[in-house]
């Protein structure tokens, strides 16, 4: 079942944590950025209330949660009700999906892939946003899940997981690039994006269908 309580009940929470921490998420939509090609036709899947496909311009979201697919559609996106695992999409359509902090919500992880895999063009992309769970931010999420409403749900990656369930579910020509250095609390201006991985908390993969 796909974990829509939480975003249901706590819209506002979810909604109010961009506001009071507006320098990390820029930093993250600045490292997502850097990792948009040029698209003709693009989807956030897990898009939540389109906080990040809305400023990227990708105009086309899927997510089970009806209160947040109503707050996605007033920022102008095209909504679907959806879930990762059976993406309501015929085969080749899209040359672009992105995932933003949506795999540590996914109930199957190889059929999102797999799905994702499906929907895209070859040699479409494959965008994935989200917090390392060895990082010092994903430690602190794991130490605290019991504590934040969201997180209680979630199941951290690392990157050499996500990067091991997107080999086997049929992409590579990898490119990383990662954000986030200090505790979010630390943060007061926007961080800067490099390239690779293991040092920032936030971190980008872009994969290629094979």
């Known amino acids: 079942m796909p974990r829509i309580e939480i975003f249901e009940r706590y819209t506002s929470r979810y909604e109010n944590w961009f506001e009071e921490n507006r320098p990390v998420?820029?930093?993250?939509?600045?490292?997502?950025n850097a990792n948009i090609p040029s698209h003709a036709r693009g989807l956030e899947i897990g898009v939540g209330s389109g906080r990040f496909?809305?400023?990227?311009?990708?105009?086309?979201?899927?997510?089970?949660?009806?209160?947040?697919?109503?707050?996605?559609?007033?920022?102008?996106?095209?909504v679907v009700y959806g879930v990762a695992e059976k993406l309501?999409?015929?085969?080749?359509?899209?040359?672009?999906?992105?995932?933003?902090?949506?795999?540590?919500?996914?109930?199957?992880?190889?059929s999102a892939f797999?799905?994702?895999?499906?929907?895209?063009?070859?040699?479409?992309?494959?965008?994935?946003?989200?917090?390392?769970?060895?990082?010092p931010v994903g430690r602190s999420y794991t130490e605290k899940r019991k504590k934040n409403v969201f997180y209680s749900l979630a199941?951290?990656?690392?990157?050499?997981e996500v990067v091991s369930l997107l080999k086997i579910s049929g992409f590579d020509d990898?490119?990383?690039?990662?954000?986030?250095?200090?505790?979010l609390k630390d943060i007061k201006?926007?961080?800067p994006v490099l390239p690779g991985h293991g040092m920032g908390s936030f971190v980008v993969v872009r994969a290629v269908k094979r």
């Open 25 to 32: 998420y820029e930093s993250e939509l600045k490292a997502l």
């Open 53 to 78: 496909a809305a400023p990227l311009g990708i105009l086309l979201g899927v997510d089970p949660s009806p209160r947040m697919l109503d707050i996605a559609h007033k920022r102008g996106i095209e």
């Open 88 to 110: 309501p999409f015929a085969d080749s359509s899209f040359d672009l999906a992105l995932m933003v902090t949506t795999i540590c919500f996914l109930d199957d992880i190889e």
């Open 114 to 135: 797999r799905e994702v895999n499906r929907i895209l063009m070859p040699s479409g992309s494959f965008i994935i946003g989200f917090i390392d769970k060895n990082s």
């Open 155 to 160: 199941n951290f990656y690392s990157m050499d």
């Open 174 to 183: 990898f490119f990383f690039t990662q954000t986030i250095f200090r505790d």
């Open 189 to 191: 201006n926007i961080e």
